[in-house]
C-alpha cells in the first residue's frame, strides 16, 4: 500500500483503501485527463489538486491541464457561470467568439494529450469547447458541471448544451442539477482532502496566533464565512445578518475571509460592495487572503463559533464541508448543495435571509451545547459523505463503469 493512501485509513478505515485499491486494479496505466480554467481559487482546483495525485498513486496516469484565455474569454465564462446559475445574462456576439477561439487556441496545445487519453473529464462550462476540437478522440469524454444548474436561464444552457451533448456522459452534483440530455448522466458530490492544510489538525497556538495576526478577539463569539467574493455568496448578507445579530449581541465579530480566483473577474466589484456595506465596522474584518492561505482559513474556520455560507446559490459548497469537518455548526443558504450537507436542525440551519441567518446566529450562540452537538453531528456527516476517498471512488467506479457498459456485470479481482 503506498503511503499517501495510506495516510488516509486512518480516518476513513483501512477498509476504504482496500477498496479503492480493488476498484483501481482494472484501470491501471489508463490515461486520465482532468481539464479546468484555473490552478489556484475555488472549488475545482481544490478537489483536482489532490484527486489526480492520488488516483496515480492508485496507478493510473492522471494529469491536470488548465486553460487560459483573454480578458472576454472569461467574462463570457463568468457569464455563462451566472447564466447556468439562472441569471439572465446576454452574452454578445464578441464575447463567444472569445469563447470559441480560446477553447481552439487551448485545443491546439491539448490536442495530442486530449486525443490519446482514455478518459478526459472537462470541468464547468470554460472548456467545454475542446471537445470540438478533438475530432480523432479515443476515449470517453465526460462533461464535470460543478454548478447548480437547476434552472439556467434558456439561452445560455442551449448554447452550452449544443457542445454538452456531444459528450459521452456528464456528471452533476445533486440531482436537482441534471438537464434533459443524451447520454447517461451522474450524480458525484464534491469532496474535501482531510489531510491538506486546509482541513488537518492544527494546535490551538496555531489558531491563537492566527486569530492575533488579524486582531481577533478570542473572548469574543466570531462568524465567519470563506468565500470568493461573488454575488452568489451573498456577502453582503451576510453582514447584514452580523449587523441583525450585533443589537442583541454587542460583542460579535464577523470575518468575511476571500480571495481571487483567476478566472473570476467579478471579484473586485463585489468585495467593493462588501466593503462598503461593512462601513468601516472594526468588528468586521474582510480579509483578502493569498490563494494558497489555506492554513491561515483552517484556523479561521477553526476560530470560528459558527461557519455561515449564506449562499442564493451554491454549486456544493466546499466550505460548509470545510467547516463540518472542523466540528462547526454551518448556517448556510438554503438551496444546491448546501441542502445536502446542512442537515436542519442537525449538523446547522438552512435560511433564506439575513433576517433568518441573524435569528439563527443569537440561537446558536445563547445554545452552546446545541452547538456542540450539531458540530459532532456535522464532523461524522462529512466523514461519512464528503471525503476524498468516497470522491475517488465514484470517479473509479465511473470510468469502470463507462469501460464496460455493454457488459452484463464487472468482475473485480
Ligand atoms: N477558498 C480559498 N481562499 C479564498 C476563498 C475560498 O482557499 O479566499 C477555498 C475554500 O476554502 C474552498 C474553495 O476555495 O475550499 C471554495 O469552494 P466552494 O465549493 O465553497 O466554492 P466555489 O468557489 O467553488 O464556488
Redesign the pocket.
Known amino acids: 500500500m503506498s503511503s499517501l493512501l495510506e495516510s488516509y485509513a486512518a480516518i476513513t478505515g483501512p477498509d476504504v483503501i482496500d477498496h479503492l485499491r480493488q476498484l483501481a486494479e482494472s484501470l491501471r496505466g489508463t490515461k486520465v485527463v482532468h481539464v479546468n480554467s484555473t490552478r489556484i481559487?475555488?472549488?475545482?482546483a481544490?478537489i483536482l489538486e489532490k484527486l489526480a495525485p492520488l488516483s496515480n498513486e492508485l496507478g493510473l496516469d492522471t494529469s491536470w491541464e488548465v486553460i487560459s484565455g483573454g480578458e472576454e474569454f472569461y467574462q463570457c465564462t463568468k457569464s455563462m457561470h451566472n447564466g447556468l446559475q439562472g441569471n439572465r445574462v446576454q452574452i454578445n456576439a464578441a464575447l463567444l467568439a472569445a469563447y470559441e477561439q480560446a477553447n481552439e487556441a487551448n485545443a491546439e496545445i491539448l490536442r495530442e494529450k486530449l486525443s490519446e487519453a482514455d478518459f478526459v473529464f472537462i470541468h464547468d462550462p470554460q472548456p467545454a469547447g475542446l471537445l470540438a476540437h478533438c475530432p480523432n478522440r479515443r476515449g470517453k469524454w465526460v462533461w464535470r458541471c460543478?454548478i447548480d444548474a437547476s434552472h439556467p436561464y434558456r439561452p445560455v444552457w442551449k448554447y452550452l448544451r449544443k457542445m454538452v451533448d456531444r459528450y459521452d456522459a456528464s456528471i452533476f452534483s445533486l440531482p436537482a442539477f441534471a438537464q434533459p440530455l443524451q447520454h447517461p448522466q451522474y450524480i458525484i458530490p464534491?469532496s474535501i482532502d482531510p489531510l491538506s492544510d486546509?482541513n488537518i489538525e492544527l494546535s490551538q497556538e496555531e489558531v491563537n496566533r492566527v486569530r492575533a495576526e488579524f486582531d481577533l478577539d478570542p473572548a469574543r463569539p466570531l462568524l465567519v464565512q470563506?468565500?470568493?467574493f461573488?454575488r452568489f455568496k451573498d456577502p453582503v448578507g451576510v453582514i447584514q445578518a452580523y449587523r441583525l445579530a450585533k443589537k442583541f449581541i454587542p460583542s460579535l465579530q464577523l470575518v468575511l475571509?476571500?480571495?481571487g480566483?483567476s478566472d473570476d473577474p467579478e471579484g473586485d466589484i463585489v468585495l467593493a460592495e462588501a466593503r462598503e456595506m461593512a462601513n468601516n465596522d472594526p468588528d468586521v474584518h474582510i480579509l483578502l487572503?493569498a490563494?494558497d492561505?489555506?492554513r491561515t482559513?483552517n484556523a479561521l474556520q477553526r476560530a470560528a463559533d459558527i461557519v455561515l455560507q449564506k449562499s442564493t446559490k451554491e454549486?456544493?459548497?466546499?466550505?460548509v464541508t470545510?467547516a463540518m469537518w472542523k466540528s462547526k455548526p454551518v448556517i448556510g443558504g438554503d438551496t444546491g448543495g448546501i441542502r445536502l450537507q446542512v442537515i436542519n436542525y442537525h449538523t446547522g440551519f438552512l435560511v433564506h435571509t439575513p433576517e433568518g441567518a441573524a435569528l439563527r446566529i443569537r440561537y446558536l450562540l445563547r445554545q452552546k451545547t446545541r452547538m456542540q452537538e450539531m458540530g459532532i453531528k456535522g464532523k461524522e456527516y462529512a466523514r461519512e459523505n464528503f471525503l476524498l476517498t468516497r470522491h475517488l471512488r465514484e470517479y473509479l467506479t465511473l470510468m469502470v463503469g463507462l469501460r464496460h457498459k455493454d457488459e452484463y456485470r464487472i468482475e473485480l479481482n
Request: hydrophobic fraction near 35%; aromatic fraction near 4%.
Open positions: 481559487g475555488g472549488g475545482v481544490e460543478h464534491p486546509k470563506v468565500s470568493r461573488d475571509a476571500g480571495g480566483a487572503l490563494p492561505a489555506h482559513i454549486g456544493f459548497g466546499l466550505t470545510e
